[in-house]
């Protein structure tokens, strides 16, 4: 088993930043990525970032691209995701999630971190 646990949301003006962590815990020796989804009121999950654990190799929804920047410290087991220039349709719930197994994709998920961006 794997715990997630985010932090960092909050409110914030259009334009402004905010940076979010996610910290994992448990049966994490075998990690291949983490990354970021979001859920807006009465809209589908989406993709933000992803990281691999190994490279650091990044990838981005091409809404945040230029705008977001994911980044690891692989001691702390803990992903960060820096958002600027923030809009407020990117009010929504931020998620993290963690590979752990091999072949599969956001095996555990954490329990979301609030950004709401005030008009």
């Known amino acids: 088993q794997v715990q997630l646990v985010e932090s960092g949301g909050g409110l914030v003006q259009a334009g402004g930043s905010l940076r979010l962590s996610c910290g994992a815990s448990?049966?994490?020796?075998?990690?291949?990525?983490m990354g970021w989804f979001r859920q807006a009121p009465g809209k589908q999950r989406e993709f933000v970032a992803r990281i691999t654990w190994g490279g650091g190799s990044t990838y981005y929804a091409d809404a945040v691209k230029g705008r977001f920047t994911i980044s690891r410290d692989g001691a702390k087991n803990t992903v960060y995701l820096q958002m600027n220039s923030l809009k407020p349709e990117e009010t929504a719930i931020y998620y993290c999630t963690i590979d752990v197994r091999p072949g599969t994709e956001y095996d555990y998920w954490g329990q979301g971190t609030q950004v709401t961006v005030s008009s």
């Open positions: 448990g049966r994490t020796f075998s990690t291949y990525a």
